[in-house]
Structure formats: C-alpha cells, structure tokens
T-cell receptor, first 112, second 110 residues
Framework: EPEVTQTPSHQVTQMGQEVILRCVPI?????FYWYRQILGQKVEFLVS????????KSEIFDDQFSVERPDGSNFTLKIRSTKLEDSAMYFC??????????FGQGTRLTVV | GEDVEQSLFLSVREGDSSVINCTYT??????LYWYKQEPGAGLQLLTY?????DMKQDQRLTVLLNKKDKHLSLRIADTQTGDSAIYFC??????????FGGGTRVLVKP
C-alpha cells in the first residue's frame, strides 16, 4: 500500500541551526501539507502546497519556514534558525484530487 | 473561528462501547474526519463523513453528525485494548487544510 514517508524519524538540533525535514509523498498525489504537533497539544496546520507554490499558510509559518519540492518526489520543510519552541512532531501529508489526506509517521524535532 | 473541541480523556472497559464526542464551529466544512494516533506513531485515518450525511457505519465504527448542533461523535463497538490511543476529530472543506481538535485519549481497561 502506498504511503507517505518522512525522514528522519527524530532530529536533534541546536538552537539557531537550520533544519530540513524531508517527505516523500505518495507518487500520484498533487497536494502537499505540513502540520506540526507540539507535545501534548493539538495538530496544527502549517502550510499547503500545490502546483509548485504555497496555496495557504498559517500564522505559524513565518519567514523562518520555507517549503520546497526540489524534484518530482521530495517535499521539504526548512526551518532557517530553529528556536526552542519549534520542538514538535512535524507531519507531512499528501492527497490527490479525490482522496483524503494521507499522513506520514512524522519527524520529531528536538531543539536544544 | 475554526475551533474544534473534544473531551480530554475517556476510560472504557474492554468489550464495552466507547463514544468520543467533538464539537466544531465552522459550518462551511464539507468533510469531518476521525484520526487515530497510537503512541509515537503518525495519524491514521479511521473514517470520515460527508457533511450532508447524518450517520456512517464502518464495521465497529459508527459516526454520527448533528449539523444543527455542530456535533460529531465516534462510537467504537466492542472496544479492544488495541483501541487505546488518542483520537482526533478534524474538519475541512474539500481540498483544504484540516483543522484538528485537541484529541481524546482513550484508555481501554481489561
């Protein structure tokens, strides 16, 4: 069964460092999303991406965040200068036109 | 607003039915979803209901939607220990982002 895969499963980084979280969406999907879940809190929408551009972003997705689809398979989330409060589980999701969103297993980001 | 509210915790005995409730404020949603998250794992879609439906049954799962009260529930029949997890209610319009509730932690006791 096709699935969304995310790497790494756990990333530890020092405050101020840049991190790139990677996602491989399901191959025929066209819509891509990033969500995050701070420990013990609700899952929050960050950004949606379609046709090689951001279609919607939340207030959380400030200038420190960027997304990219560098090739036909990967979808990345970059945080330029990490802060302690960026520590969270980051989920990638993808969908095609007529399906629900499929979520990856998440990357746990720990900023120290 | 786009608030989605759920109770925090539910304890149930194995074999009993579980009912998890959710209320939302955004009446423009076209789909309402239930996701399951096991410890350390991702979000698994359990079921969803289209906003013009009142009920959907899928094996042990029954989803009830009261559009007037903006209330969604998930009933799990014959609850098993493997059903212990956090259950998230979410809503969204077709193709758009999902807005999640805070999750209900379900603990199934043997």
């Amino acid at each position: 069964e096709p699935e969304v895969t995310q790497t790494p499963s756990h990333q530890v980084t020092q405050m101020g460092q840049e991190v790139i979280l990677r996602c491989v969406p399901i191959s025929n999907h066209l819509y891509f999303y990033w969500y995050r879940q701070i420990l013990g809190q609700k899952v929050e929408f960050l950004v949606s991406f379609y046709n090689n551009e951001i279609s919607e972003k939340s207030e959380i997705f400030d200038d420190q965040f960027s997304v990219e689809r560098p090739d036909g398979s990967n979808f990345t989330l970059k945080i330029r200068s990490t802060k302690l409060e960026d520590s969270a589980m980051y989920f990638c999701a993808s969908r095609s036109t007529n399906t629900e969103a499929f979520f990856g297993q998440g990357t746990r980001l720990t900023v120290v | 607003g786009e608030d989605v509210e759920q109770s925090l915790f539910l304890s149930v005995r194995e074999g009993d039915s579980s009912v998890i409730n959710c209320t939302y404020t955004d009446s423009s949603s076209t789909y309402l979803y239930w996701y399951k998250q096991e410890p350390g794992a991702g979000l698994q879609l359990l079921t969803y209901i289209f906003s013009n439906m009142d009920m959907k049954q899928d094996q042990r799962l029954t989803v009830l939607l009261n559009k007037k009260d903006k209330h969604l529930s998930l009933r799990i029949a014959d609850t098993q220990t493997g059903d212990s997890a956090i259950y998230f209610c979410a809503h969204g319009a077709a193709g758009n982002k999902l807005t999640f509730g805070g999750g209900t932690r379900v603990l199934v006791k043997p």
